[in-house]
């Protein structure tokens, strides 16, 4: 992503306990959690951004595959 500003993203296990966040576009999730490889399923992600598109407020899903 180019031209980012305020990026803020934060994933969520089935617990409501966030496992991952970063406010750098560049920073990928890598599926752990204090150094925990997490179980595969059905994670929850909220992704707040302003790019040159415009503004981005996406609540959706990942699935992590094990």
Do not use: E, H
């Not at 920073?27 to 399923?41: A, E, F, L, R, T």
């Not at 992704?47 to 407020?57: E, H, R, S, V």
Request: hydrophobic share 40%.
């Amino acid at each position: 992503w180019t031209n980012v500003k305020d990026f803020r993203l934060a994933i969520f296990n089935r617990w409501g306990v966030m496992v991952f966040s970063t406010d750098n576009p560049s920073v990928c999730w890598d599926g752990n959690y204090k150094g925990i490889s997490q179980p595969g399923g059905t994670y929850v992600y909220f992704l707040k951004a302003i790019t040159a598109c415009g503004p981005i407020d996406q609540k959706a899903y990942v699935v992590l595959f094990r």
